[in-house]
């Protein structure tokens, strides 16, 4: 019997097509090319930005097209109620065009007039948090600019899905808080729009059933009409769509709906409103430069972070061991200190964004880091200053940014990058206005009421700061690699590491997305109520138990979160030598029931 155990052992594992371990391997393989890289968090929103490459478009043009499509499949995410921060590189000038692509207060949003209805906080959804749908905008714009295509070509994708139906997938479904499953009742009891469109013929729609929405597909044939009623002018045709939309009957739509429901946003506000091009704000960091957009976004603090951390040798500490973890926990902690105290819309507020990234203040502060212990205090310093910290009486906090996100990713085979992150304007935040088929959005939450001396604080025409934040580098002086993440007040932490993995650990795009990460909610969220839970970490299970020991004896509040439940990255990149491409998405998206992300590169 021992003779016929051993045999058969021998046998089967001769024939096993691998006997070596398989543990460090990615679930996902990684994906080279030389024409083309795209990454979303939906294959039909892929499928369309790969599409738009093949038939003459270029890396913003897929983007763009791919972002439309994102808004129809994924609306727990996004819709067209929402917002895209984008930073593209063009290929001719390697010039880093950073987007403003974020929403604006209505006129008449004061604290004055929230406090007087009974609020202590700007709520978090429904139209009181409702600013002017800026993704459209940012859309168009870019289109315009940067593009090669009309309006109705890269929209064609998403227009089609809108009118012929999709299949419903486990997120949109399922996904915790933000799917129709959980949204069901607050649809049929209060919000008859939503119902109207995610409720068909009264019923929550299963997984694989087709799902249409009409307004939408009308909404988007109506865009299209005012572009071809200018054939031939592709410029003008894109101006045309961009009035449409902000002077015409959806405008007028919109402010009907908000004064239906007691809202502040009116037709002038989206008169009024604009798509700005800014300069990045950038960071060195080894042999990169890390590009990001300004602090009217939490972009920056990945930058602070990077700026503290480069005091220290983390290389030789090892990826995700004892010391590193605590560092960079550490290090996140001061950064987001400052994103609370100083960030907010540089067009009505002074951020000193420069002393903030100087190098000296970031010794500075990187020196506050107690080798052996967490710090449980929320830590802002005074960069105008430059001291390591700011007097006590003067720093804000102590009392969460943003939830549903998504990203889109592509390189074209000219070395074209696009990196847009779209959000807001999910089937959470309102009701969806009957007449255009998307909800509002609902980013106004993140200001504050008081004090008055806080950057955040709500005004008229100000826009919030928020969370999705968009990445771009350079390695060697030459453009390198887009990548971003949903997530909240996570994206920059998960943005950072993965980064960190690619520059100090040598990783591949698919190893540095997989790799186990973690999130400190030390600090307060953006999102109302703005709490923070001191020395919380949340990390994933496949870091060892002995490191998540030596973590919590140094003062860290351990939390073992779900596996695959902390990241929901993408990333696409080009070897500036040999121009191969390289593209990656995260099976966190799909393990965790939020999206199907899908990546394709050719």
Request: aromatic share 10%; with cysteine; charged share 20%.
């Amino acid at each position: 019997c021992l003779y016929f155990s051993k045999l058969n052992h021998e046998t089967r594992m001769s024939r096993a097509f691998r006997q070596n371990t398989t543990q460090k391997n990615t679930y996902y393989p990684q994906l080279l090319g030389t024409h083309g890289a795209v990454a979303t968090e939906h294959y039909l929103a892929t499928k369309a930005g790969a599409d738009i490459l093949g038939g003459g478009g270029n890396a913003v043009d897929a983007a763009v097209g791919a972002t439309f499509v994102e808004g129809v499949v994924n609306p727990q995410m996004f819709t067209l109620g929402g917002e895209c921060p984008m930073l593209i590189c063009m290929a001719e000038t390697n010039q880093v065009i950073s987007v403003n692509g974020n929403t604006m207060a209505p006129g008449k949003a004061t604290p004055e007039v929230y406090l007087e209805r009974g609020l202590t906080d700007v709520p978090d959804e429904g139209i009181l948090s409702s600013g002017v749908p800026a993704a459209l905008g940012a859309l168009v714009t870019v289109l315009a600019r940067f593009g090669r295509l009309t309006f109705a070509e890269v929209v064609e994708p998403a227009l089609d899905y809108a009118r012929n139906g999709f299949p419903v997938h486990a997120g949109l479904y399922g996904q915790e808080r933000f799917g129709i499953r959980d949204l069901e009742e607050k649809f049929r009891s209060q919000w008859p729009g939503s119902a109207q469109v995610y409720l068909p013929q009264g019923m929550v729609p299963e997984v694989g059933k087709v799902l249409v929405n009409p307004a939408l597909a009308d909404l988007l044939d109506y865009l299209k009409t005012m572009e071809q009623s200018l054939s031939g002018n592709r410029e003008k045709g894109l101006e045309a769509v961009h009035e449409a939309f902000y002077r015409g009957d959806p405008a007028a739509e919109i402010e009907r709906f908000s004064q239906e429901h007691n809202g502040l946003l009116a037709r002038s506000d989206l008169e009024r409103f604009e798509t700005h091009f800014e300069e990045p704000v950038s960071l060195e960091f080894a042999d990169t430069k890390v590009f990001k957009c300004g602090p009217w976004n939490q972009g920056p603090v990945m930058l602070q972070a990077l700026a503290i951390l480069e005091s220290y040798d983390l290389k030789s500490m090892g990826h995700n061991s004892e010391n590193y973890l605590h560092w960079t926990t550490e290090a996140f902690k001061l950064a987001f200190a400052d994103r609370e105290q100083y960030y907010g819309d540089p067009m009505q507020v002074n951020v000193p964004m420069t002393e903030l990234l100087s190098k000296d203040y970031s010794r500075l502060r990187a020196a506050l880091v107690d080798p052996e212990q967490a710090n449980s205090e929320l830590r802002p310093g005074d960069p105008s200053r430059q001291q390591a910290l700011l007097p006590l009486e003067e720093r804000l906090g102590g009392d969460s940014w943003g939830h549903g996100t998504v990203h889109v990713d592509v390189i074209d085979g000219d070395g074209n990058m696009a990196a847009f992150t779209p959000s807001g304007g999910w089937l959470k935040s309102a009701e969806v206005v009957p007449a255009l088929g998307f909800p509002l959005g609902n980013r106004l939450m993140t200001f504050y009421l008081k004090p008055d001396h806080h950057p955040n604080i709500i005004a008229p025409f100000k826009r919030p700061r928020t969370t999705i934040s968009p990445s771009l580098a350079f390695r060697n002086k030459l453009p390198w690699m887009v990548f971003g993440s949903m997530g909240g007040d996570q994206q920059d932490q998960w943005q950072c590491q993965f980064f960190l993995n690619r520059v100090l650990f040598g990783m591949s795009i698919q190893e540095a997305i997989e790799a186990p990460k973690f999130s400190s909610e030390h600090f307060p969220g953006f999102f109302a109520p703005h709490n923070r839970f001191p020395n919380l970490i949340r990390i994933e299970p496949r870091v060892s138990q002995k490191i998540l020991d030596g973590l919590a004896s140094r003062g860290h509040r351990v939390e073992v979160g779900a596996d695959w439940s902390e990241g929901y990255l993408l990333a696409a990149a080009r070897d500036p030598v040999s121009g191969v491409l390289e593209v990656g998405c995260d099976p966190r998206g799909s393990k965790g029931e939020v999206f199907p992300a899908c990546a394709l590169c050719w």
